[in-house]
Each structure stands twice: as structure tokens, then as C-alpha cells.
């Protein structure tokens, strides 16, 4: 009998309750999710529904009020500021709508940061950096600096920059937010082979048919789970 794989993730009854004075905003109210190895899960939802702080909370950012976070089979929802860091830098992979690459740095350097923070040699983290370069289709581009880049370049170095430090857990925000369709499309294409390859990506997202190219579809509303459709 064949036993189901450990989740990447697994969220149990999590809630993050705000308060701003005497206003108390439940931005999540028990929301339990597993996420197994290999899911490509996109998170939707209307403004405000709690998209952005479950999206911190799956990448260390922030902690929950209550419940518990397992990654890896780790507890990281009791973890302190410099524990929390070194899952961030060890397990996770973050790709933003806004690049969040560092403009003085070449694309090679960009790509290296994570491994530069866990002192990796230099001779090592600049082989890794060159092979995700190639992955990513910018070995011709790797002595420019961001600003020489377009849109969809410089997205394709922040997925590098993810990749870097083969992490469990790919978490991207609204990647394609900032770019034209032919861009936009590039980079779904880019997710696509990276799930065929075996990684776990969960993608925020408005956009219904960027949903659809992942294999399930949680949806969110006030806080909760309205929703979590499997497919493709």
C-alpha cells in the first residue's frame, strides 16, 4: 500500500488578527491548507480577502495570531526573527510583480544574492548562477545591470534568483502584473516547466486564466476559503 507524500505545507486552522487601536481586523480566520510536492496552486480572491497576508505567512514574512504552519515538516509558526530568516533563505524562492532585483548589480550577481547570505564560495554560487542563467534563457546578458534589461528579462533574473537555492516553496506575487502580454506569457511558460520539473509554486493571481494553468485554484474571501478547485 503506498503511503500519500509528506505536504510541502500544511496550514492548520491559522488565523492573523490585526489590531489598530481599538479596531480589530480578522484578516484570516482558520484557514487550514495542505499543499503537496509538485502543486502549482494559484490564490485569487477580491481586494482585502486576505491574498497578501496568507502569501506572508506561507513565506516567513509574518506570523500567525493562531493555528500552526508546518514547511518542510517544520514548525515555522513559532520561530523567532533570525530562524525565520534562515527558512526564508534555505526553503523559500520569492518572485515579485516588481522585480525586487538590486540595480547596481549585474544579472549574475542579482541571481547569486541567496547564496552570498548563506556563504556559499564564490566559485560555486557563480557556476549555480550561470546554469539558472542559461534555464532562464539570459546567458547572453549576465555583465548588464537591471535597468538594461526589459520587463520580461529582468522577471526571468528574479526567477533565477528564486531557483538559486533549490527551495522547497516557489511563492510569486501578481508575476506578470507589470508586463505585456508577449512578457506575461514568456513567464507563464517559465512557471509551466518549472512544475514539469517537479516544483511546488503557489501564485497569486487576478487574472482567471493564469489560474488555470496550475493544477488547482484556492479562492478566498473575507479571510476564508471560499473555494479550492483542483484541475488541469
Known sequence: MMTAPEPILNLEDVRKTYRMGEVVVEALRGISLRIDPGEYVSIMGPSGCGKSTLLNLLGCLDRPTSGRYFLGGEDVSRLDDDELSRVRSCKLGFVFQSYNLIQQLT?????????????????????????????????????????????????????????????????????????????????????????????????????????????????????????DLRHG
Open 107 to 227: 544579472v549574475v550577481e542579482n541571481i547569486e544574492i541567496p547564496l552570498f547570505y548563506q556563504g556559499v564560495a564564490e566559485k560555486e554560487s557563480r557556476r549555480r548562477a550561470e546554469e539558472l542563467s542559461r534555464l532562464v534563457g539570459l546567458e547572453n546578458r549576465l555583465d548588464h545591470k537591471p535597468f538594461e534589461l526589459s520587463g520580461g528579462q529582468q522577471q526571468r533574473v528574479a526567477i533565477a534568483r528564486a531557483l538559486i537555492n533549490d527551495p522547497l516553496l516557489i511563492l510569486a506575487d501578481e508575476p506578470t502584473g507589470n508586463l505585456d502580454s508577449t512578457s506575461g506569457s514568456e513567464i507563464l511558460r517559465l512557471f509551466d516547466q518549472l512544475r514539469e520539473s517537479g516544483k511546488t509554486l503557489v501564485l497569486v493571481t487576478h487574472d482567471p486564466s493564469v489560474s488555470q494553468r496550475g493544477n488547482r485554484t484556492l479562492r478566498l474571501r473575507d479571510g476564508e476559503v471560499e473555494s
